[in-house]
């Protein structure tokens, strides 16, 4: 059994650095639809709305390469919708995984991987 600590800290957002801020910022919001809550132009820094937590895209000179150790994992009531959007960038169609929701695989203009899904009609409703 574990004991939660007093003082657990709670994810504020996941930072996304790239060096092609503008053009991050319009497909997170355009394509996979999340809210644009900050936007600070100068400083090549936004802040959107993903859920319970935040995607924070922030301009860099050089970001680093996209890493295979980690996805951005969204949950998504429209599977099918969320498809459509994406299909130029989804590397797989939405499938269903053994352990009972759809999913799919698509990759950001900066090459980073996003796994979307959709629980059962009936494990949550």
Same mark, same amino acid.
């Given at each position: 059994m574990t004991i939660p600590h007093p003082h657990q800290p709670s994810l504020f957002s996941v930072e996304l650095r790239t060096a092609r801020w503008a053009d991050l910022v319009e497909w997170y919001r355009d394509v996979l639809g999340l809210k644009v809550l900050l936007r600070v132009v100068d400083d090549q820094y936004a802040l959107l709305d993903a859920g319970d937590t935040r995607l924070a895209i922030m301009g860099r000179a050089a970001p680093g390469e996209p890493s295979g150790r980690w996805s951005l994992g969204? /949950?998504?009531?429209?599977?099918?919708?969320?498809?459509? &959007?994406?299909?130029?960038?989804?590397?797989?169609?939405? &499938?269903?995984?053994?352990?009972?929701?759809? /999913?799919?695989?698509?990759?950001?203009?900066?090459?980073? &991987?996003? &796994?979307l899904f959709s629980w059962a009609p009936n494990d949550h409703g």
């Open positions: 969204f /949950e998504t009531p429209d599977l099918d919708a969320a498809y459509g &959007r994406l299909a130029a960038a989804a590397t797989t169609p939405p &499938r269903w995984h053994p352990e009972g929701f759809r /999913e799919l695989i698509a990759i950001d203009p900066d090459g980073n &991987r996003l &796994r």
